[in-house]
């Protein structure tokens, strides 16, 4: 599914086959978890591929490389270039891009002298495949503040992720949502989380969230289209009373939530905010931001 035969990808400065590729299986982030990662996504336009946002996701990511004392040395400048010859190599334009930075053999509990970049690409349709997704308030919880950086994408934090998305999908639910550690909705496995009440869109606020890139983006169009948006903390209880939500989410884009708990929302998804929305993010990606885009 992610690579055949002809598959190159760049790891620790090299073009390899992807079937060539080897890791160490005394590798620290397989052990314990300790590596960082990011998701892009490519969209095929008239002018060639555009990656969407690339400086954000790559200075996001150094920055969270920075966090866990993983450094790697490369500007966002140099791994923006990367990643477009990565297309090139590849022959993809709708593709979805993985960097990840992951330490080498290290079985103690401090940081790896060893630091490993490797970034792949592959065609991924979208995360979800409806935009009318039943959703689960899972008992699984988003980890705390206090105990790791919840504002980097940390490879170990997904575990909790995985957990919560296979609950409920064993249940008969299409996803998850997870509380923060105090009981407040947070976000979903991989993606954040918005709810409609009156034309007001609410969001969970920074410090108990991974404060994703696709969730500013779609704050930036609700305001420029004239609504209010509030970042808020939220009970459950509260989700009874909404209009509608939705999930944003690089791989995810915008999908509209039909139901929370078996609770169906009043509001069609067609008729709501977060579809209004979806639309301008797609004519966007696939019609290049300007201030933030660069052929290369």
Same mark, same amino acid.
């Given at each position: 599914? +992610?690579?055949?035969?002809?598959?190159?990808?760049?790891?620790?400065?090299?073009?390899?086959?992807?079937?060539?590729?080897?890791?160490?299986? !005394? @590798?620290?982030?397989?052990?314990?978890?300790?590596? =960082?990662?990011?998701?892009?996504? @490519?969209?095929?336009?008239?002018? /060639?591929?555009?990656?969407?946002?690339?400086?954000?996701? !790559?200075?996001?990511?150094?920055?969270?490389?920075?966090?866990?004392?993983?450094?790697?040395?490369?500007?966002?400048?140099?791994?923006?270039?990367?990643?477009?010859?990565?297309?090139?190599?590849?022959? *993809?334009?709708?593709?979805? $891009?993985?960097?990840?930075?992951?330490?080498?053999?290290?079985?103690?509990?401090?940081?790896?002298?060893?630091?490993?970049?490797?970034?792949?690409?592959?065609?991924?349709?979208?995360?979800?495949?409806?935009?009318?997704?039943?959703?689960?308030?899972?008992?699984?919880?988003?980890?705390?503040?206090? %105990?790791?950086?919840?504002?980097?994408?940390?490879?170990?934090?997904?575990? @909790?992720?995985?957990?919560?998305?296979?609950?409920?999908?064993?249940?008969?639910?299409?996803?998850?949502?997870?509380?923060?550690?105090?009981? +407040?909705?947070?976000?979903?496995? /991989?993606?954040?989380?918005?709810?409609?009440?009156?034309?007001?869109? +609410?969001?969970?606020?920074?410090?108990?969230?991974?404060? /994703?890139?696709?969730?500013?983006? $779609?704050?930036?169009?609700?305001?420029?289209?004239?609504?209010?948006?509030?970042?808020?903390? @939220?009970?459950?209880?509260?989700?009874?009373?909404?209009?509608?939500?939705?999930?944003? /989410?690089?791989?995810?884009?915008?999908?509209?939530?039909?139901?929370?708990?078996?609770?169906? !929302?009043?509001?069609?998804?067609? #008729? %709501?905010?977060?579809?209004?929305? !979806? *639309?301008?993010?797609?004519?966007?990606? =696939?019609?290049?931001?300007?201030? #933030?885009?660069?052929?290369?």
């Amino acid at each position: 599914m +992610y690579y055949n035969d002809n598959t190159v990808i760049y790891l620790n400065g090299e073009w390899i086959k992807a079937r060539d590729a080897k890791a160490d299986l !005394f @590798s620290q982030t397989l052990h314990y978890g300790y590596g =960082v990662f990011e998701g892009l996504r @490519s969209y095929a336009t008239p002018d /060639g591929p555009h990656i969407f946002k690339a400086r954000r996701h !790559f200075k996001r990511l150094l920055e969270s490389s920075k966090k866990l004392r993983l450094n790697i040395p490369y500007t966002v400048a140099e791994l923006v270039e990367l990643s477009y010859q990565l297309l090139r190599k590849n022959n *993809l334009n709708d593709t979805y $891009i993985r960097p990840l930075v992951y330490g080498g053999q290290n079985m103690a509990l401090h940081p790896s002298k060893q630091v490993n970049f490797m970034m792949a690409a592959w065609e991924w349709e979208k995360y979800h495949r409806t935009e009318h997704l039943d959703v689960e308030i899972s008992d699984y919880r988003r980890p705390s503040p206090l %105990s790791c950086h919840i504002d980097a994408k940390l490879v170990g934090q997904y575990t @909790s992720a995985i957990l919560a998305s296979a609950a409920a999908r064993a249940k008969g639910f299409d996803e998850a949502l997870l509380l923060d550690a105090d009981g +407040y909705i947070a976000q979903g496995p /991989g993606a954040n989380f918005f709810y409609e009440k009156d034309e007001v869109l +609410y969001t969970p606020p920074e410090g108990n969230i991974l404060p /994703g890139i696709t969730r500013a983006i $779609i704050m930036d169009y609700a305001r420029e289209l004239g609504y209010k948006v509030e970042e808020k903390l @939220s009970k459950p209880s509260e989700l009874h009373k909404a209009d509608a939500a939705f999930f944003t /989410g690089t791989a995810t884009e915008v999908a509209g939530i039909r139901s929370i708990d078996g609770k169906r !929302f009043k509001v069609e998804w067609e #008729d %709501s905010i977060g579809y209004s929305l !979806f *639309l301008m993010y797609r004519q966007r990606v =696939v019609n290049k931001e300007i201030q #933030d885009f660069t052929l290369v």
